[in-house]
């Protein structure tokens, strides 16, 4: 039974690769035999009760370490009482193998190199994430608008554009009667400030500098006067989309047919708006009969009387328009005559659209 005990409670010494079985509870070996004995032999530990220098057992004048921190370590374990192993080493000398660590020591060492706990970096990683939404979020949340202007060429005052870093506004030019006019040259005050790129009617300006503010110059095809344009910090205000009617006509194209010929300035504001699906305060809706797409009109009394409003993609036959302005996608607005029906041009083919007022007893207008 002893013997079995022994067995269980032996230690595993290692030295230049040779494994040393050493007894833990074997009787200290006086020194001389151990120097006897040949190199790389097992030494018996002392017990706590030799561990200082008991009878038998080596002391600090007899054994060596290989370095003076280890030396250190092997004098407070034998103080401490604690168990220490020794070998022969290949030059006749007594070797003190430092004590291995104790769960004390491991515990250290994961408290030096991993000091938070998982809840810790959880809690760490969120409140990172926290700092970066608020370093990237606008202070107040910017506020989209689509908008448009008119631009007149060498005269006026050059229309605003709001600009916000971090966002891009697109301009759309058209001419008094809203044909897209090309863009064939840009040129910016601060170059360092904002960034341009344009492609046929569409130019795209980006701020580069926040609070920065310029001017634009924009040249169209077969005009040698450029638009003028202001670039403004916005505030909490950006234009996304913004398009640019220029009170002139290109150069070679004739005026639309169907109309007076004669872009009509009375009604600019109206059809800048209604390009954008925004019938004038005070517009009534109308019933389109057949209900085709896209399709709109309203009811409108202006400075010169009532008023039809239409928006279509479809071109007015009958009657003579009085103003009209095209927008994107191929829609077509129009002031029109009061009339009740108006005629249109779809695939080729003449049709007319009928249209009745929405609620009972309302009276119908253009």
Avoid: C
Avoid at 8 to 30: E, H, K, W, Y
Avoid at 34 to 59: C, D, E, H, I
Avoid at 147 to 164: D, E, K, Q, Y
């Amino acid at each position: 039974m002893f013997q079995t005990r022994h067995a269980l409670r032996s230690a595993i010494v290692l030295l230049a690769g040779t494994s040393l079985v050493v007894p833990a509870f074997a009787q200290p070996m006086n020194p001389d035999t151990l120097l006897g004995q040949p190199a790389g032999s097992p030494v018996t530990t002392p017990t706590a009760s030799t561990a200082s220098g008991a009878s038998g057992s080596p002391t600090s004048g007899q054994w060596q370490t290989v370095d003076p921190a280890q030396d250190q370590a092997v004098r407070q374990a034998q103080a401490q009482g604690r168990t220490i192993q020794y070998v022969k080493g290949p030059n006749g000398t007594v070797m003190a193998l430092p004590p291995l660590p104790d769960n004390q020591a491991f515990h250290q060492a994961v408290q030096a190199h991993m000091p938070l706990s998982g809840g810790d970096i959880r809690s760490l990683r969120q409140r990172i994430d926290r700092n970066r939404q608020a370093e990237q979020a606008p202070l107040a949340a910017v506020i989209p608008k689509l908008t448009a202007v008119t631009a007149r060429l060498g005269a006026g005052s050059p229309p605003a554009i709001a600009m916000h870093s971090g966002y891009a506004t697109t301009l759309n030019f058209t001419d008094a009667y809203g044909r897209p006019w090309p863009i064939v040259h840009v040129g910016i005050g601060d170059k360092a400030a904002f960034a341009a790129q344009f492609a046929g009617d569409s130019l795209m300006l980006s701020v580069l500098e926040p609070y920065a503010q310029s001017n634009l110059a924009v040249w169209l095809a077969g005009e040698s006067q450029p638009v003028l344009l202001a670039l403004v910090p916005s505030g909490m205000v950006a234009d996304y989309s913004v398009r640019v009617r220029v009170n002139a006509i290109e150069p070679g194209l004739p005026p639309p047919v169907g109309g007076s010929g004669v872009p009509n300035g009375n009604y600019t504001q109206v059809l800048l708006k209604l390009v954008q699906d925004l019938p004038p305060a005070g517009a009534q809706p109308l019933q389109v009969v057949g209900n085709p797409p896209r399709v709109t009109a309203w009811s409108w009394t202006g400075s010169h009387g009532r008023r039809l409003l239409l928006r279509t993609p479809m071109p007015v036959l009958a009657p003579a328009w009085v103003a009209r302005m095209d927008g994107a996608a191929g829609i077509r607005t129009y002031v029109l005559p009061d009339v009740p029906a108006v005629t249109v041009s779809q695939n080729g083919h003449a049709r007319t659209l009928t249209l009745n007022p929405l609620l009972e007893g309302s009276r119908h207008g253009g």
